[in-house]
């Protein structure tokens, strides 16, 4: 199963907001994509203390990286649904890569949550499934 996880969900575990991203980290049923805006976002919103974490997680646990850029067509479709700047992108990039969930805590994902491509839960709700 392939699965996203938004900036969100790796600011609150560094931050210590939550600790049950760990039970996705050690999941070896999952397969989690990353790329380099999503990245960039979390580097962001880290003090330059908590980025060397940051990267411990990238090497530590099995993430895909994934550098290729979906074609323009995919991020107009998600423009045209209303979604703002940096929600184009990630939703563009869980459907490049036919992701089977993204993971958010972002309430504008979760107030749409309904994408032909795949599905959009909170990292709780994922959890709750399994």
């Known amino acids: ?3 996203v996880l938004d900036s969100n969900e790796y ?3 560094i931050n210590k907001e939550t600790l049950l991203l760990q ?3 050690i999941n070896e049923d999952l397969s989690i994509c990353i790329n380099d805006s999503i990245i960039r976002e979390i580097l962001r919103n880290l ?3 908590q980025r060397k974490e940051f990267y411990n997680i990238l090497f530590k646990y099995k993430m895909d990286f994934y550098g290729q850029m979906p074609p323009f067509f995919i991020y107009e479709k998600y423009r045209n ?3 703002k ?3 184009i992108i990630i939703a563009a990039f869980c459907e ?3 992701a089977d969930y993204l993971l958010t805590e972002n309430r504008h994902f979760l107030k749409l949550m309904k994408f032909d491509k795949f599905k959009v839960l909170t990292l709780k709700g994922f959890l709750a499934k399994k």
């Open 1 to 3: 199963m392939i699965i």
């Open 11 to 13: 600011i609150n575990y």
């Open 23 to 25: 039970k996705i980290f």
């Open 47 to 49: 003090r330059e203390s």
């Open 81 to 83: 649904l209303g979604l």
């Open 85 to 87: 700047k940096g929600d």
């Open 96 to 98: 490049h890569i036919n």
